[in-house]
């Protein structure tokens, strides 16, 4: 049987515990409703881009934004999360990289967690770059978009994946690898659009389809890259809010095994000090008292 004093000691720090990851998710719950408050779509931007790029039929534009070159590597880009209690997710997202990468693909990773993760788990070279802060900006995006499309252009890469975690809902997030570059089958003409092709002499396209192709791929990848970014740091708030719920609520089921190993102990041990002293005066009650009477008194002569 556990001591008393230890026992003490366990419920203790148990509930300290469970005090401290209340705190902690109430936190992180906070932060979460106020990325969701700060986050920035475009939508309409990004479909009217979208519409615009498909009616320029860009199948039919040479440019190297939209011909993937098979023959060279792929470049992996993977984003993980600095934050703690979200390991496993960090451990998906590696994985799925690795699935999707072969000997010769160049592997990135955004966060030093992820690349402690990625070194453990395969032992080529591959790049780090700093994690998701807590202020995702344009210019964040815009670093990234230019490293990929500096190594694309330099045909160092053939393709660009993407690898993060989509977030879905507070409860469901999903890792999934997204190619961004070349995107011509993205912008090609979808079967079943109602999209208006452009023809020669509807419009006018200075200085040149390709130009205007380069610029439009560009802005969509900054987009593209920004939505990414956002939607990994929801999903990394969201999962360690349930990971910290589910820490919560074992905790509270310890609390309750100690609580209830506590009171046995004490009423043990209460019943354990009634029993001896019990046991003490039924003794003291039944043994024989030697007393000397006054008809007992012998007197010598």
């Excluded at 003490?8 to 906070?30: C, D």
């Excluded at 039929?57 to 984003?79: C, G, Q, T, W, Y």
């Excluded at 809010?241 to 905790?251: F, K, P, Q, V």
């Amino acid at each position: 049987m556990i001591p008393l004093i230890k026992l003490r000691e366990n419920l203790r720090f148990a509930r300290e515990l469970q005090e401290m990851i209340e705190v902690l998710k109430g936190a992180t719950a906070s932060q979460f409703r106020s990325l969701q408050s700060k986050r920035k779509g475009f939508e309409d931007f990004k479909l009217k881009l979208q519409e615009f790029l498909t009616a320029l039929d860009a199948r039919s534009i040479k440019h190297p934004f939209l011909r993937e070159r098979a023959n060279l590597p792929k470049a992996i880009v993977m984003v993980t999360s600095d934050e703690g209690f979200v390991g496993g997710l960090n451990a998906q997202v590696v994985n799925t990289a690795l699935e999707q990468a072969a000997g010769a693909d160049e592997l990135i990773v955004l966060g030093e967690r992820g690349a402690r993760y990625l070194s453990e788990a395969q032992s080529g070279s591959f790049t780090v770059l700093p994690g998701i802060g807590e202020d995702i900006t344009y210019r964040r995006a815009v670093a990234l978009r230019d490293l990929l499309i500096g190594k694309f252009l330099e045909k160092k890469v053939g393709s660009v994946l993407l690898v993060y975690t989509r977030f879905l809902s507070l409860t469901v997030q999903k890792v999934e690898a997204a190619r961004v570059l070349p995107c011509g089958d993205i912008f090609g003409r979808q079967e079943g659009a109602k999209v208006r092709m452009f023809k020669a002499g509807d419009v006018l396209i200075e200085p040149t389809p390709g130009k205007v192709v380069d610029y439009m791929v560009r802005a969509w990848l900054m987009q593209r890259l920004y939505d990414m970014l956002w939607e990994s740091k929801l999903a990394e708030c969201a999962a360690r809010i349930i990971h910290l719920e589910g820490s919560h609520e074992e905790i509270m089921g310890s609390n309750k095994r100690l609580m209830h190993e506590y009171f046995k102990s004490i009423h043990a041990k209460s019943d354990k000090n009634i029993r001896e002293i019990f046991a003490s005066r039924l003794r003291w009650r039944t043994s024989p008292i030697e007393e000397e009477g006054p008809n007992e008194r012998v007197v010598a002569e």
